[in-house]
Structures are given as C-alpha cells and as structure tokens.
C-alpha cells in the first residue's frame, strides 16, 4: 500500500511550552493591570487607543442537582454516561459542584500600518489550572487552541471540541464568509482495547495522529438568521506490526446548522444536523464515549476487516425571553450510531432534552432551574432513562 507522509501538529507544536509561555504571559499582563482592573471592573484602555484595549473576565457557575432516576449523581450527565443497572439502593441521588469557572483575558495589540493582533487566553480555574484556549487572531488568520473550525457556536451544539489549529477566514461581502483551518485531532483508538500489558503484542497498532482539514461556508443577515455549511476530513493512520503495512482510512463528517430569531429580540430557533464516520470525539455524547467512537473496528481479529463508526446527529433548540429579566431555553438532540459488529453492551442511539428559566437580577448574573431528561439504548437490551433537577446560579464579569 503507498504510503502518505503526514506532519503531526503536536510535534510541530509543542503544548508544553506553548501553555507555559501563555502562562507567563498572563501573569505579566495580569500583575501589572490588577489595580487598573479592580478599578475599572471590566475593561482598560491606554492612551493609544482602543486597539490597546485589555479585557479580563471571569465566568462562573455552581449548581445543586438531585437525580430522580436510574443515575449515580454523578457531574455528567447525558445519555452517553446512564448506567444500564440502576442503583438499588440509590445511595448517591444529589450533589453539588462548580460547573464553570473561566478566565478570560483579551488583549489587542497594535502593529505597524494600521494593524492590530488580538490575543485570547481562557483558562478553566477548576482543580488543576488547564488552558482551554489560547490562540492570535491576525488578518483574517488564527493560530493557536480554540474551538474546532467543524463547530457552530451559534446553533445547538452538536460539534465540538477544542484543538491546536491554523484558520484562515475570509468574508467576500457583509453576509458570506467561509473558514478552512488545518486542525490538530484526537488520538485513534483501536476497539475493543485490551489489557495495557497486552497492547505492544497486538498485530494493529496506532500510528501517527494525523491532523484534520475542516472548512465551513455561513451566509447571514445580520442578527436575523443564519446558515452554516461544514465539513471535516482527516485519515485515522495505524500499522499491522506483523506484516509492516501502513493502514490509512479517510474519515468525514458534513454539518449544516440554522439560528432564526422568531419574534426580534425575544425568540431564537436554532436546528442542526450533523453526520459522520469515524469522528465521534467531535459529537456530542459520543465525545464520553471515546473508546468507542474514535476508532477502527478490528473485527473477527487483528488483520481482518477494519471498520469505522457511522454516526447521525440532530439536534433543535428554542430560547425567549419573556422579560428582560426572565429567560428560558427548551432543548433536544438525537445521536445514533451503526451496529459496526460491536459488542453488546456498546452505545446504539440516545435522546436528551432539557428545559430551563432563568432569572437575571443584572446582565451578568443569572439563577435558575433546570429539567434534564436522556435516555440511552445499547446495541443489546432494552433503553433506560434517567431524569434530573437541577439549580443554577452563576455570574460573568
């Protein structure tokens, strides 16, 4: 089989020392602002204008929740994670946890012509200090971890993920712009794993994490209403160690996603559908589930047929406002996936929805209540669901 040379973005770039230079960098900016900030609350500007303008915010979120059904109380939540034997004795049905806590900082800084390069750094404050995203934005390029190219953050969030990437946007008029991005991409796994010990015998074994190229097209009209159009393409790359034999198999996905205000300023309905194969880390729910889902089948041995799994996801939303102060989200999405000779007990298809109202004393804190409802169904066995309640209370500054 020919081989193809590919470049892995993790050695070219080096995470390690990217997150400690981000790192320096926040504590530099941070230490000589601190004052400015406490005293400003949001945003500074010098004298050179506002492409000098440094912002630092920090979100945060807690909430309580009590698990009325078949569910360990546990911070996830979503059909993926149900457990398929409920908890007899329903030991662990409520908790509380901080859901969010970011940091946020935005600096524009001004280049010769007239240019300027904008700096973001969002770090997750929660236990271990981890970036989330730290990326430069510059004539239309971004290089740096943010959110894949693949996703819609305007629709209902069926695509996801964060990666090392280099996009290039460019907007040929005022309602049509398109992205491609070359895009770091998570590691393959070959189903069903095996014992630690007993992986370096195994025949097929994974190879080089070869970076994915996404694209998407959006037409809008303003605040209105909008459509995006996405694609994702990478080569899931591993080795027969017996036969010396480099194994390529191409994996895609296509979205397309739609946001509509239907009543201006009070009602926005969003819809998206996605489908792909072998790219279940970028699918919501499939994303827990990543021993299952970014992965070659090696099905009825080592070296026999080698398959990828076929996912479909679709996903509706609707938020109004019913005061300026009261608020509430109702949303469901449905992924399903191939048989793919699997065992038993792997993941078929799941539903979620949940309901919301909030209440916003100011534009940056809220408080409220939530119904969270999945159910889950394995290739072999009957569905089961769970049910939650929850509430919320956080603030962005």
Known sequence: MHKVRFYNLKKIINMEKLQKLTWLMVLLVGSSTSMAVAQSGHALMSEDGPESMLRVGISFEARGAYDCKNYYAAPAFGPAVVPMRSDVDNKKRSLFDITNATLNVEKELPLAGGESMKLVVQADLRENVALKSVYADFKGFRVGKAVS???????????????????????????????????????????????EADRATRGLQPHKNVPAVSANVRYEQGASWHVQVGGLFRFLEYRNTNTREDIYIPTYGVSISTALQLVPERSTFSLQGVYGQGIGNYMADLGALQKEVNAVYATGGDTSKRETLDAIGVGAGITHNWLPELRSEAAYRFISTTDNKRSQ????????????????????????????????????????????????IGFEL
Do not use: M
């Open 345 to 392: 007990d792997a993941y078929r298809y799941g539903h979620a929805a949940s309901v919301n109202l909030f209440y916003y004393p100011t534009e940056q804190i809220r408080i409220g209540t939530e119904y969270l409802f999945c159910v889950r169904k394995n290739i072999g066995g009957e569905p089961k669901d769970a049910h939650r309640v929850q509430a919320v």
């Open 149 to 195: 190219n693949f996703c819609d953050p305007d629709a209902c969030g069926l695509v996801g993920g964060r990666f090392v990437q280099v996009r290039w946007q460019h907007q040929p008029s005022a309602s049509l712009n398109y992205t491609l991005a070359i895009e770091g991409a998570p590691d393959l796994v070959i189903y069903p794993e095996v014992e």
